[in-house]
């Protein structure tokens, strides 16, 4: 018998090009036929049992869709693979088709390994997103990216990530729906802050290490305005002083601008009372003191009748 390669081709073009040898054989396929193809690399085989019905380069879509037709019932894409799928566009996702493809599967069941491929076995598989593509949801996806962060700044982002895309309700809920969640308290913790319009984990530590521990009023967050026809944005702004901050997360500027410029033209700026700060990872983080000493100066040429207080860092000078 001869295969139908119309009805086979039309079967692979709704599934991104992959079949199973199961899908194959339900349509009269033998394995004589399948391994032909194959060997005459008219496609390629994928998985045991899978294949991808063109011998040229897979697509991303193409590469999760094989590892879950391999993995079976109940399989979802999940962590960095998820992430992947929530939080990058199709023109980021495609950059990484060379990663390992992650997925989680009931624990009852048992996927074997394969190169290429992750298998998580849980107890329970978190919620999954009902779409063409079997995924855990953004926000349980967030929960295990963040769970596997290995330091702060990185569980934030992870955070700024998702809620581009998921309600911090339902982050709150996944953390709440799972009995271990590493770090718990600081995710609470970050979804507090995100509601309240943090972006960033810059924007954290600049709300933390220079306004809190320094007794700094609280600036609004993420204010945006029409000002000489432009639009602009400031990060932080304590609108009652007339003192907007602007954060830079980038970690360097080659051939740009350096730390000390960024000192010297904020203090040109205090001098002519246009106060728009701006700091770096370097400002916030490496001396918040330092930092927290200027923007007091600022909040002071504004009015601000306030105290600061020193934070207890070694050497914090702030009066």
């Known amino acids: 018998m001869t295969p139908d390669r119309r009805r086979i081709n039309r079967m692979a073009?709704?599934?991104?090009?992959?079949?199973?040898?199961?899908?194959?054989?339900?349509?009269?396929?033998?394995?004589?036929?399948?391994?032909?193809?194959?060997?005459?690399?008219?496609?390629r085989r994928a998985y045991p049992g899978v294949y991808i019905t063109h011998a040229g380069h897979p697509t991303w879509d193409t590469r999760v869709v094989a590892a879950l037709a391999y993995a079976g019932k109940g399989a979802a894409l999940s962590h960095a693979t998820a992430g992947d799928w929530w939080f990058k566009n199709d023109a980021t996702r495609a950059q990484r088709v060379s990663n390992t493809v992650e997925i989680s599967v009931p624990a009852r069941r048992t996927v074997?390994?394969?190169?290429?491929?992750?298998?998580?076995?849980?107890?329970s598989v978190p919620a999954v997103w009902e779409g063409r593509i079997a995924v855990t949801t953004a926000a349980e996806t967030a929960v295990d990216l963040a769970c596997r962060a290995k330091k702060e700044d990185d569980v934030v982002g992870v955070l700024t990530r998702a809620l581009r895309v998921a309600e911090p309700a339902d982050i709150r809920a996944a953390v709440a729906g799972r009995s271990r969640v590493r770090r718990r308290?600081?995710?609470?913790?970050?979804?507090?802050?995100?509601?309240?319009?943090?972006?960033?984990?810059?924007?954290?530590?600049?709300?933390?290490?220079?306004?809190?521990?320094?007794?700094?009023?609280?600036?609004?967050?993420?204010?945006?305005?029409?000002?000489?026809?432009?639009?602009?944005?400031?990060?932080?702004?304590?609108?009652?002083?007339?003192?907007?901050?602007?954060?830079?997360?980038?970690?360097?500027?080659?051939?740009?601008?350096?730390?000390?410029?960024?000192w010297r033209d904020n203090a040109a700026l205090l001098a002519s009372r246009e106060v728009t700060l701006r700091y770096r990872w370097t400002h916030v983080v490496g001396t918040p003191c330092r930092t927290a000493q200027q923007v007091v100066d600022a909040l002071r040429l504004g009015g601000w009748k306030g105290q600061p207080r020193r934070c207890g860092r070694p050497g914090c000078q702030v009066h």
């Open 13 to 43: 073009g709704q599934n991104w090009f992959v079949l199973t040898r199961s899908q194959l054989e339900e349509s009269g396929v033998s394995d004589t036929w399948i391994r032909s193809q194959v060997d005459h690399r008219i496609w």
């Open 185 to 262: 308290e600081l995710l609470l913790d970050i979804l507090t802050d995100a509601t309240a319009g943090m972006e960033s984990p810059l924007e954290r530590h600049y709300h933390r290490d220079v306004e809190v521990d320094h007794g700094l009023p609280v600036s609004e967050l993420q204010v945006r305005e029409q000002l000489a026809g432009s639009r602009i944005r400031a990060d932080c702004r304590y609108r009652r002083w007339q003192v907007r901050i602007e954060l830079d997360g980038k970690l360097a500027h080659p051939g740009g601008r350096t730390d000390k410029d960024t």
């Open 112 to 123: 074997i390994a394969q190169r290429g491929l992750r298998i998580h076995r849980r107890r």
